[in-house]
């Protein structure tokens, strides 16, 4: 039982969203969720937190267009900073979560 947090992976929402916004124009646009959302899988995949995190083409554009639904509040399309922590607040990113064992 690790109760000390030693993650050196620190979820940095200001970091992570200059990293994925690709043009640098302040917002998320749906290219660049699906570039995060690809970078995201590969992580997870890296520290081996998701060992079926393998997506389909299709499945991904399914989770993009589910994302861009739970994070683009007001619809316009683009993913503003606001929006993007609102989101993650909304799924607990920002808190270490017990990793499921089977
Ligand atoms: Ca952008
Ligand atoms: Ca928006």
């Known amino acids: 039982m690790a109760d000390e947090e030693a993650t050196t992976h620190e979820f940095d929402p200001r970091t992570f969203f200059a990293a994925s916004d ?13 570039a ?10 890296r520290r081996g937190d998701a060992a079926d995190a393998v997506l389909t083409a299709s499945e991904i554009e ?10 683009d509040e007001d ?14 607040s909304r799924w607990g990113l920002s808190t270490s979560r017990p990793v499921r064992e089977d």
């Open 22 to 34: 690709v043009d640098a124009n302040g917002v998320l646009d749906r290219n660049e969720i699906t």
């Open 36 to 45: 995060l959302l690809l970078r995201l899988l590969n992580e997870l995949d």
């Open 62 to 71: 399914q989770t993009v267009e589910h994302l861009m639904q739970q994070l």
């Open 75 to 88: 619809g316009d399309g683009h993913i503003t900073f606001s929006e993007f922590v609102d989101g993650i």
